[in-house]
Nanobody, 126 residues
Framework: QVQLVESGGGLVQAGGSLRLSCAAS????????MGWFRQAPGKEREFVAA????????SYADSVKGRFTLSKDNAKSTINLQMNSLKPEDTAVYYC???????????????????WGQGTQVTVSS
């Protein structure tokens, strides 16, 4: 099992930027893909971005493509989500997640992930 702790959420005006971080502990971080999901009030949790176990490739939801950038630092067991040009519709609780199985490709489905952080609130004001 892996423990995940998110940080970096907050309140920002539309057009601004935030950087979310997720620190992992408890297993071999470098072998697992990682992802970010978000959940807005009254909505289902949705995929935001994911990165391959070796950091070699990424996948993004269409709604954030070109604005968000996900990176993975295996030496520090962290992932970082740089969010630029934020919009009010980006407002949600953001969750970091670790893939269930090691190696493989870039998972984008909720069921592909077995460990979750507690979430961090991102609020974008108009």
């Amino acid at each position: 099992q892996v423990q995940l702790v998110e940080s970096g959420g907050g309140l920002v005006q539309a057009g601004g930027s935030l950087r979310l971080s997720c620190a992992a502990s408890g297993r071999t971080f470098g072998r697992f893909a990682m992802g970010w999901f978000r959940q807005a009030p009254g909505k289902e949790r949705e995929f935001v971005a994911a990165i391959k176990w070796n950091g070699g490739s990424t996948s993004y939801a269409d709604s954030v493509k070109g604005r968000f950038t996900l990176s993975k630092d295996n030496a520090k067991s962290t992932i970082n989500l740089q969010m630029n040009s934020l919009k009010p519709e980006d407002t949600a609780v953001y969750y970091c997640a670790a893939a269930r199985l090691p190696f493989g490709d870039v998972p984008t489905r909720i069921l592909d992930y077995g460990s979750w952080g507690q979430g961090t609130q991102v609020t974008v004001s108009s």
